[in-house]
């Protein structure tokens, strides 16, 4: 696995589905500083954003391939683009902004691993660079599965055993960059302690 950049300010919430990272952010959207913060989230709203969230609700069928190709033109979407609130996280951490993203390349050597192997992901992502901070929420996948059920509506990837798979996925990628001298912080989080005690050491490991 390659060892990428660190952008500076730029801090990252990854975990299966149901962990509770979108929580958190809405939680950071509150604070009195939060002007300085640029809030973001992957897929992004771009045009690819928008038809791979209609893949996700499985109103489209893509090859898993695909998809990723797909997921990383929406990531440099996000990083260096133009158009759309979602994008441009590079120009937002460089002017002194802390960027905060739901999701991002560590997703896709998760989610992506699991549907289509190792080896395409990791070439796809190898350029892009690393956040600050890694925020990991680990959750039981029977656990969050129960939360993704309780708000009605769930995506493709939304079953327990891929849940189950993703989960062990996600633990492997985490686990290889903590053995990497990559010079991102990487915060593991019990994502079933209550919400506001996740929200306190949050606040706590954030850039000051």
């Given at each position: 696995m390659a060892t990428n950049a660190i952008l500076k300010n730029f801090?990252?919430?990854?975990?299966?589905?149901?962990?509770?990272?979108?929580t958190q952010?809405?939680?950071?959207?509150?604070?009195?500083?939060?002007?300085?913060?640029?809030?973001?989230?992957?897929?992004?709203?771009?045009?690819?954003?928008?038809f791979l969230r209609k893949m996700l609700k499985g109103d489209v069928a893509l090859n898993p391939r695909?998809?990723?190709f797909l997921f990383a033109?929406?990531?440099?979407?996000?990083?260096?683009?133009?158009?759309?609130?979602?994008?441009?996280?590079?120009?937002q951490a460089q002017s002194g902004k802390i960027v905060?993203?739901?999701?991002?390349?560590?997703?896709?050597?998760?989610?992506?691993?699991?549907?289509?192997g190792d080896e395409l992901p990791r070439r796809l992502n190898e350029s892009f660079p690393l956040p600050e901070i890694?925020?990991?929420?680990?959750?039981?996948?029977?656990?969050?599965?129960?939360?993704?059920?309780?708000?009605?509506?769930?995506?493709i990837y939304e079953k327990l055993d891929f849940q189950k798979a993703t989960a062990a996925r996600y633990r492997k990628v985490i686990e290889?960059?903590?053995?990497?001298?990559?010079?991102?912080?990487?915060?593991r989080l019990d994502a079933t302690l209550?919400?506001?005690?996740?929200?306190?050491?949050i606040s706590e490991k954030l850039i000051h």
């Open positions: 801090v990252v919430f990854e975990g299966i589905d149901g962990a509770g990272t979108s952010i809405e939680i950071l959207k509150k604070r009195a500083d939060a002007d300085r913060f640029f809030f973001t989230t992957e897929p992004t709203d771009s045009e690819t954003g928008k695909t998809s990723a033109a929406d990531r440099n979407e996000h990083l260096y683009g133009r158009g759309g609130t979602n994008c441009g996280v590079v120009a905060v993203s739901d999701r991002y390349l560590f997703s896709s050597l998760t989610y992506q691993s699991v549907t289509c890694l925020f990991f929420f680990e959750i039981d996948p029977e656990i969050s599965l129960q939360r993704v059920l309780g708000r009605g509506e769930t995506e290889e960059y903590e053995r990497m001298n990559t010079g991102m912080k990487i915060v209550p919400v506001d005690e996740v929200a306190k050491i």
